[in-house]
């Protein structure tokens, strides 16, 4: 049995959550439902996006690819439930989806499970959700799974409303690994400001419709370089404040620098690293040798910083740093550690 990995979706991520959901609605008008009907408009990012923020919506992944999206939220709807209902702590399933090309692995049921294992775990003493009300089949699929059918609210507004429970109980979830990255601050870099090529316009706004940085940071001093997808020449790493990176080897087992745009990880070009079982210490393109990582301070404390392979990295702008007008100046940028899953 394949392992996933399931982690909450990140703002980056909206589109990816809209792919997942648009995909199973046109699958679903395809065999006659009118199930998420609307559904451009019905799962729009300004719609989504404070379910993001809220870390309600999670996202199942398949090595790279991310194959279910499932939402889990803490509070019902006041039109389909009662007001004792409501006081009782409870979870509330919704948007579940599963890609085509996983159909058939019961994913959905998996989530779900997982979900009544998450309920529980939360404290929760039932997991709920309501169901479009002119789907049998899928009303079959929740009573099939030992889902209880609590009764049918007809809001002529409303196109779901029959409503479904089961007690939240924990479970061993099997195939499926939920994944909370926990940051570790590893110091405060000094960086310069870069302005990235006109040719990368694109940094300002991502398929989501989310900001994006305006310029690059390049650390004073050591590591890290790579092989310039475009120049064809070792170049300095351009750090964007905020987003991921991550070395992994490519599909030729080349270490490789790739960052996260929109969701997705993109190659950024391979990592200049030293042959042989020291493939994480960076090599100078200038001089051919071993090149010591930038320094790093941590209470008063300077120390290289050594990037580990399957390992992530995040930077963020130094409280009182302020890069967001012209003149670009020097500033200090924090770096946080994640450790990635493995894949």
């Given at each position: ?76 709807d006041p039109e389909f439930w009662t007001p004792d209902e ?48 002119t789907n049998p089949d899928l009303h079959a699929y929740y ?127 391979p990592v200049l690293t030293e042959p042989g079982e020291r ?65």
């Amino acid at each position: 049995m394949s392992t996933y990995v399931l982690r909450r979706a990140e703002a980056d991520e909206i589109s990816v959550v809209q792919d997942l959901l648009r995909e199973a609605a046109r699958w679903l008008h395809q065999r006659g439902y009118d199930q998420w009907d609307q559904a451009p408009q019905r799962f729009s990012a300004q719609r989504l996006r404070p379910y993001v923020e809220r870390g309600e919506v999670w996202l199942l992944w398949d090595a790279d690819r991310a194959v279910a999206t499932i939402t889990v939220e803490f509070e019902g709807d006041p039109e389909f439930w009662t007001p004792d209902e409501l006081a009782e702590p409870a979870a509330y399933v919704a948007k579940l989806a599963v890609a085509r090309s996983h159909a058939g692995q019961e994913l959905g049921a998996r989530l779900l499970a997982w979900a009544r294992d998450y309920a529980a775990r939360q404290g929760a003493e039932w997991v709920r959700l309501d169901a479009w009300k002119t789907n049998p089949d899928l009303h079959a699929y929740y009573r099939d799974r030992g889902w209880q059918h609590v009764r049918t609210v007809d809001l002529a507004h409303r196109r779901s409303g029959a409503l479904f429970q089961l007690p939240a109980e924990r479970a061993e979830i099997d195939g499926i690994v939920e994944y909370h990255p926990q940051p570790r601050r590893l110091g405060v870099l000094q960086t310069r400001p870069s302005v990235p090529a006109s040719d990368r316009s694109a940094l300002y706004a991502d398929t989501a419709g989310n900001w994006r940085p305006s310029h690059q940071h390049i650390t004073e001093g050591g590591a890290p370089w790579v092989v310039h997808r475009w120049l064809g020449r070792p170049v300095e790493v351009g750090w964007l404040p905020d987003y991921r990176y991550r070395i992994a080897a490519d599909a030729t087992g080349q270490w490789t620098l790739y960052v996260r745009e929109g969701g997705r990880w993109h190659h950024e070009g391979p990592v200049l690293t030293e042959p042989g079982e020291r493939e994480d210490v960076m090599r100078d393109p200038r001089t051919g040798y071993p090149a010591q990582g930038p320094w790093l301070t941590n209470n008063g404390t300077a120390t290289r910083w050594t990037l580990k392979r399957g390992h992530e990295y995040v930077l963020k702008h130094a409280p009182g740093e302020d890069n967001t007008r012209a003149p670009l100046s020097a500033c200090r940028m924090i770096v946080y550690e994640l450790v990635a899953p493995a894949s």
